[in-house]
């Protein structure tokens, strides 16, 4: 098995300015959220299969809040704990305001549908259960990082068969690519190998 | 004699007790279709890696409940973790049959569960419970 060494590792990222500068920043806004989710159709119809229908999305959506909340919470250790460094330090910031954007994104999706929105923890709760304390230099962090992007691009990608709206399944969809693009620069920070074989995600 | 009224009434709380036992019965019988086979470990460990831990962990509470130890325990058991009412009362124990089902759909199993995440393939579904069994018997050891 491939180890990292003992001293900071140079990591390799791309040119800054690829990062920060060419990304749009598109946000869900309420409106789209409620297309998405296809509200308008639901209200002029609901009756009771769809209302459990509806019952079963929002409990997906909570999960996926729960999701967002964790990574949310994972790059705030990862910056407060000061083994992060420019620029890398700059992309976690960028990173977990797009999971801000998805928490916000499903939140305003629950509450469209009449759920209740699942609340974030208290950040020593992620702590704990990410075991932050082992974590010791920035390829530490990074790769806790890397773990937790990809299996949320996972999860969302596993559970798109399950979703009774396709609006919601395609929501899913398209934060399961922001997620597996997160892990991509990750890996690539990491110098990890890329994937050689296609279909890696959800597989 | 008894009017059809009272006889209903009395059969009511009997026929829901059949209902929930034959239920009960259900959920722990019949395997599904992966739950036969025999599985790797191993694989299940690379699987459990790719399309559990977004989720779960082995050792702590996440989105969803550790896995250590979950052989051979009842549905909704791990202390610390807010379980879905559908998890809480499933009154069932996760073996390979229950996984199996469990993991092949879960809103099937228990409708109104949280998970929602499928593993379609019965050969997955069997690696992932052979690990799940291998780290169980560990920690018991």
Redesign the interface.
């Known amino acids: 098995m491939k180890t990292l060494p003992t001293s900071q590792p140079e990591l390799a990222l791309p040119d800054r300015r690829l990062f920060l500068g060419g990304l749009g920043k598109a946000t869900l806004s309420a409106t789209a959220v409620a297309l998405i989710v296809g509200c308008e159709s639901l209200a002029a119809n609901q009756d009771k299969q769809m209302a459990a229908n509806s019952a079963?999305d929002v409990?997906?959506l909570?999960?996926a809040l729960?999701?967002e909340h964790?990574a949310i919470g994972a790059y705030q250790l990862g910056a407060e704990s000061g083994l992060l460094q420019k620029p890398v330090l700059d992309v976690a910031v960028l990173f977990q305001s797009q999971h801000k954007e998805h928490r916000d994104a499903l939140t305003g999706a629950i509450m469209k549908m009449g759920g209740t929105p699942v609340a974030a923890k208290p950040l020593g709760d992620y702590a704990?259960?990410?075991?932050a304390d082992t974590l010791k230099s920035q390829a530490d962090v990074l790769m806790l990082a890397a773990?937790?992007e990809?299996?949320?691009?996972?999860?969302y990608l596993?559970?798109i068969?399950?979703f009774e709206d396709p609006g919601l399944a395609q929501v899913s969809g398209r934060l399961a690519a922001d997620e597996t693009m997160h892990w991509t620069v990750l890996a690539q920070a990491l110098g990890q190998a890329l994937p050689s074989k296609a279909l890696s995600f959800g597989? | 004699m008894k009017s059809c009224s009272t006889a209903r009434r009395a059969l009511g709380p009997l026929a829901l007790l059949a209902v929930l036992a034959m239920r009960a019965a259900s959920i722990t019988a019949a395997p599904a279709a992966g739950a036969t086979r025999d599985g790797d470990a191993l694989r299940g460990a690379r699987l459990y890696d790719?399309?559990c831990?977004?989720?779960h962990?082995l050792d702590?509470?996440?989105?969803g409940p550790l896995h250590r130890g979950v052989f051979g325990r009842r549905a909704g058991g791990v202390a610390g973790y807010a379980y879905?009412p559908a998890l809480a009362n499933a009154g069932l124990t996760w073996n390979a049959a229950t996984l199996d089902r469990w993991l092949s759909n879960p809103?099937a199993l228990l409708p109104?569960?949280?998970?929602?995440?499928?593993v379609k393939d019965a050969q997955d579904r069997a690696d992932i419970i052979a690990f799940l069994r291998q780290v169980s018997r560990e920690s018991a050891e």
């Open positions: 079963q409990g997906i909570n999960v729960g999701l964790e704990a259960a990410l075991k773990k937790l990809r299996g949320a691009a996972n999860a596993g559970v068969p399950s597989a | 790719s399309r831990t977004g989720c962990a702590s509470n996440r989105v879905s809103q109104g569960q949280r998970m929602n995440l499928r």
